[in-house]
């Protein structure tokens, strides 16, 4: 059980254009999702934490109009990257909460996005 | 604010030796405490966690970790590494009750030899 999903696993996309990853928790309902960016050799970065139904709270330093995220539903969360520069480019990886007394959060496998 | 150290970028171990990654926290009360390991490529994985009660904690994969208020610490431990072991090991750290925030330490690269 709590098997979260990304998709795609892999992008590579031209500068100047947007790209949306999605996230999506499998077979539990996720009460919060987070977005994290890791670049090579470093640790993950949280980028914005969002509950389901409501804006996005997004971490200092992160661009909310450069990295939308929706979290329309309780099992699917997506980030998108517009107007996609060289510099975008990573890992980008989620992780969903049930909210259950676990606390715990179940990662996705990743998304490694290119920019050209 | 909550920080998490982890200093040892890179450790070797012969297969079928013990293993001890080191890690320590900085926050102003006892916190929630991970173990996760990503394999290249791959998202993260909880190897254990440690809320409150018991200070040794038992994880998957024969990993367990030991948490030390007066030292700050919460080092992993294997007693036997196997090659498939060879991954990416991060601590980290969340607020008590409201985990949400959960910091990272900079990694561990675990590199096994034969």
């Known amino acids: 059980g709590a098997v979260v999903s990304q998709h795609p696993s892999r992008v590579i996309c031209k500068s100047g254009t947007s790209v949306k990853i999605e996230c999506r928790s499998l077979?539990?309902?996720?009460?919060?999702m987070f977005w994290y960016r890791q670049f090579p050799k470093q640790s993950l970065m949280l980028m914005a934490t969002s509950n389901e139904g409501s804006k996005a709270t997004y971490e200092q330093g992160v661009e909310k109009d450069k990295f939308l995220i929706n979290h329309a539903s309780l099992t699917l969360s997506t980030l998108t990257v517009t107007s996609a520069h060289p510099e975008d480019s990573s890992f980008y990886i989620c992780s969903a909460n049930s909210g259950t007394e676990s606390y715990e959060q179940y990662f996705g496998p990743g998304t490694r996005l290119t920019v050209t | 604010a909550q920080s998490v150290t982890q200093p040892d970028i890179h450790i070797t171990v012969s297969e079928g030796a013990s293993l001890e990654l080191r890690c320590n926290y900085s926050?102003?009360?006892?916190?929630?405490l991970f173990w996760y390991v990503q394999s290249p490529g791959q998202g993260l994985q909880l190897l254990l966690k440690y809320f409150s009660g018991d200070t040794l904690v038992q994880g998957i994969k024969g990993f367990e970790a030991e948490f030390k208020r007066s030292q700050s610490s919460f080092n992993l431990r294997k007693p036997s590494v196997h090659w498939s072991d060879a991954a990416e090991y991060f601590c980290a750290v969340a607020p008590a009750g409201g985990y949400q925030k959960v910091t990272f330490g900079t990694g561990t690269k675990l590199q096994v030899i034969p």
């Open positions: 926050y102003g009360a006892t916190p929630y």
């Open positions: 077979d539990f309902q996720a009460t919060t």
